[in-house]
């Protein structure tokens, strides 16, 4: 009986045989997923796809995250515009 469960053991997962794996072009093994985990993976696929309505709803899940690359690039050009502004005042207040 020892011996047959030393033999359903599964392999280790140090990150020696995690590179091993990637390098040699396998993909590391995962550990099964049970019950509620296995549960939220199922339905929260495809939700993060799209793939529960059809083109319509991946259309609209394109839409959004158009929308949510948009509201980043213009967060980070208002960042920069209130930067260059902060740095051009304090050159002006600075003596010359």
Same mark, same amino acid.
């Given at each position: 009986?020892?011996?047959? #469960?030393?033999? @359903?053991?599964?392999?280790? @997962?140090?990150?020696? #045989?995690? #590179?091993?794996?990637?390098?040699?072009?396998?993909?590391?093994?995962?550990?099964?997923? %049970?019950? &509620?985990?296995?549960?939220?993976?199922?339905? &929260?696929?495809?939700? %993060?796809? *799209?793939?529960? *309505?059809?083109?319509?709803? #991946?259309? /609209?899940?394109?839409?959004? *995250?158009?929308?949510?690359? &948009?509201?980043?690039?213009? *967060?980070?050009?208002?960042?920069? /515009?209130?930067?260059?502004? &902060?740095?051009?005042?304090?050159? @002006? @207040?600075?003596?010359?």
């Amino acid at each position: 009986m020892a011996s047959r #469960r030393a033999s @359903r053991r599964r392999r280790s @997962r140090s990150p020696a #045989r995690l #590179r091993s794996a990637r390098r040699h072009g396998r993909r590391p093994a995962r550990r099964p997923r %049970h019950g &509620a985990a296995k549960r939220i993976a199922e339905l &929260a696929d495809p939700l %993060h796809f *799209g793939t529960f *309505g059809g083109w319509p709803v #991946r259309w /609209l899940w394109c839409a959004f *995250g158009a929308m949510l690359t &948009a509201l980043c690039a213009t *967060g980070v050009y208002l960042y920069g /515009l209130r930067a260059a502004d &902060a740095l051009r005042s304090a050159q @002006r @207040r600075r003596p010359a």
